[in-house]
């Protein structure tokens, strides 16, 4: 886990406008966000580029390797299902459970710690005392726990691994609200006669968004591994579909006779990461009004 | 004339790491309707507070007590929601940075708007005329386009009209302003204060003028009260108060204020010594280490508040031009 971003401040809209330029200069970030939107434009479209269903098994062609000569352009796993067709279904999944997880942790804890941190005094501190809590458990045991009562299914691994990424982001932005609260024109809106529901939401959530943007950045490689975690152990996505994580426990299985297996989702997913980080990295770095 | 504001026996305390700091002790005040009332004093002198007291926005920590009636009403101890209804309709404020005191993120039509629908319940299409009327009103030029622009493309005193606009949206019957110059120069300030004149001229809203600065009390108050360690020493009408003070921590404020046509004085005034230690008691009059007519009595017996003539009241116990 990367480090919390530091108090960016309030960010004028003007700075918006400079960030997106100095992001487009930065060169890493303009690949990996190049390789990001390829990667999503693939898992949506790529499979039906290919003749490929991700769960026609061909006996024909178990277990073969990449190779442009037959219809399987990046081999067959050990039981003839297409790689290619397979890994971008993976992509697909993975992708969707990093943004729906990351959008409930955004959700909850946007609200948890702006209400924590603009009330503050005891009602903050019970607030962060239930953070504190939570963050102690076991996060696997949770989610084993979660699956043998519920079973398993996709929504609920959604769910579940949102209801654990807010922790931190409700910590980010509780520490932001408390800054903020001190500040003139929460005290300004206070004077003005707005209520607390009023001022959290219209005027102390809105500045927080630009350390959120960036620690939401980092917070969706974080999910996609926390699945792959997850389904590597078996807990995750179900047969026959498929995510990053289900494919590279089943080519680790056959790692030594066929590497490919390995490698395709392997790479896939490391892309996905490095880029989601650099990215997130980059955008730090073009929001910090102290450096410009 | 009946009074809008009547503060009667406040005291306000804070309590930190177990030391209670006494930052109003019994202090009197009365407004009328329409009125203009300069309250002047040094940092830690307990101003702000009393305007943050009228509000009710002291801090979690502050104990406060006595009355304050607003209207006629008691709102010291008022519940939360009556309070909220108050503020920014009747009861507004404007604070002494203009810089941050517009949140950042919204155009200035849409916050100016923004009081008026919340309010006033206004339609926003009719709130957004009104928020342009505003800002014509008080001297923003080409206003359709500030109207548009956000708080940071516009300079410090541009935005300490846009606040003021923005505090006499609703028609307030009473606006307190908390040092509402000292963040500008002094070009505008001067213009600043002139608004504020227009301003109450127009929507006969009763001003409470806190400042540290007598020159700037001087040109819009037509009372003044002069607040120490806490509490009132002085109160007069403006112009008495500049023409003979009786408390000498007046005559000696007065002394320090600079001026121009003494440009060639060697050096200016300084007032010698600090404001007492609030947390600690302080007996006899607060004043009495750093006065030059002090004497045994004073540091012995805290001199009352007293009328010294039928406008003016002092707490001293060897007024001067008495």
Same mark, same amino acid.
């Given at each position: 886990m990367s480090a919390p971003p530091e108090d960016l401040g309030p960010l004028a809209p003007g700075l918006w406008r400079g960030a997106g330029r100095r992001l487009l200069t930065d060169r890493a970030a303009t690949a990996a966000l190049a390789a990001i939107f390829a990667l999503i434009a693939a898992a949506i479209i790529g499979p039906h580029v290919n003749p490929n269903r991700f769960d026609a098994i061909d006996w024909g062609n178990i277990a073969v390797g990449p190779s442009l000569r037959h219809a399987h352009w990046l081999g067959t796993d050990r039981l003839g299902?297409?790689?290619?067709?397979?890994?971008?279904?993976?992509?697909?999944?993975?992708?969707?459970?990093?943004?729906? *997880?990351?959008?409930?942790?955004? *959700?909850?804890?946007?609200?948890?710690?702006?209400? *924590?941190?603009?009330?503050?005094?005891?009602?903050?501190?019970?607030?962060?005392?239930v953070i504190e809590i939570l963050s102690g458990l076991p996060l696997i045991f949770f989610v084993i726990l979660l699956t043998v009562v519920f079973g398993r299914n996709l929504l609920l691994l959604f769910v579940s691994i949102g209801a654990i990424g807010w922790l931190t982001m409700a910590r980010i932005v509780r520490g932001q609200a408390m800054v903020l609260r001190g500040r003139e024109f929460i005290e300004a809106a206070v004077a003005g006669g707005a209520g607390p529901a009023r001022i959290i939401f219209r005027h102390i959530v809105p500045n927080v968004i630009g350390p959120v943007i960036v620690y939401a950045t980092l917070t969706v490689p974080q999910m996609i591994l926390f699945e792959s975690f997850l389904s590597f152990l078996g807990l995750g996505v179900q047969e026959p579909q498929a995510s990053l994580g289900t494919l590279i426990a089943e080519g680790a299985a056959e790692m030594e006779s066929a590497p490919w297996m390995l490698l395709v989702p392997g790479v896939v997913l490391a892309i996905l990461l490095i880029s989601f980080n650099v990215l997130g990295d980059a955008l730090r770095d073009a929001l910090d009004v102290k450096e410009h | 004339m009946s009074a809008i504001l009547a503060i009667d026996g406040l005291s306000v305390e804070f309590r930190r790491a177990g030391a209670a700091i006494g930052a109003l002790r019994q202090v009197g005040l009365k407004v009328a309707a329409g009125e203009c009332v300069g309250i002047v004093g040094e940092s830690g002198s307990g101003k702000t507070q009393l305007g943050m007291a009228v509000m009710g926005l002291l801090p979690a920590n502050a104990a406060a007590s006595g009355s304050i009636r607003f209207a006629g009403r008691e709102i010291l101890a008022a519940p939360r929601a009556l309070l909220q209804s108050l503020r920014g309709a009747k009861l507004a404020m404007i604070f002494q940075d203009p810089q941050s005191s517009l949140t950042p993120h919204l155009r200035i039509g849409v916050q100016l708007a923004e009081v008026l629908v919340f309010h006033r319940k206004m339609p926003r299409r009719r709130a957004q005329d009104a928020a342009l009327a505003m800002l014509r009103r008080v001297g923003i030029d080409d206003a359709a386009r500030r109207m548009r622009q956000y708080p940071h493309e516009l300079s410090g005193g541009m935005r300490q009209r846009v606040l003021i606009g923005m505090s006499l949206l609703c028609g307030p019957d009473l606006l307190i302003a908390d040092e509402p110059t000292t963040a500008l120069d002094v070009a505008v300030q001067a213009q600043v204060i002139g608004l504020l004149q227009d301003m109450r001229r127009e929507f006969h809203t009763?001003?409470?003028?806190?400042?540290?600065?007598?020159?700037?009390?001087?040109?819009?108050?037509?009372?003044?009260?002069?607040?120490?360690?806490?509490?009132?020493?002085?109160?007069?009408?403006?112009?008495?108060?500049?023409?003979?003070?009786?408390?000498?921590?007046?005559?000696?404020?007065?002394?320090?204020?600079?001026?121009i046509d003494a440009a060639l004085a060697p050096r200016l005034d300084t007032l010698p010594g600090q404001p007492p230690n609030l947390a600690l008691p302080i007996e006899g009059c607060a004043f009495a280490p750093r006065c030059w007519r002090a004497t045994e009595r004073c540091t012995r017996e805290r001199p009352l508040l007293l009328p010294a003539d039928a406008t003016a009241q002092a707490a001293c116990h060897h007024p001067l031009c008495a």
């Open positions: 299902r297409d790689l290619f067709v397979r890994t971008l279904l993976g992509t697909r999944i993975s992708l969707a459970i990093g943004l729906v *997880a990351t959008s409930v942790s955004l *959700a909850v804890g946007i609200v948890y710690g702006a209400v *924590a941190g603009f009330a503050g005094g005891r009602v903050d501190h019970l607030m962060m005392r | 009763a001003i409470v003028l806190i400042s540290h600065d007598l020159a700037v009390v001087a040109g819009l108050a037509e009372r003044i009260y002069v607040m120490y360690a806490g509490r009132i020493v002085e109160t007069a009408r403006a112009a008495d108060l500049y023409r003979g003070p009786r408390h000498p921590y007046t005559a000696a404020l007065l002394r320090c204020a600079p001026r």
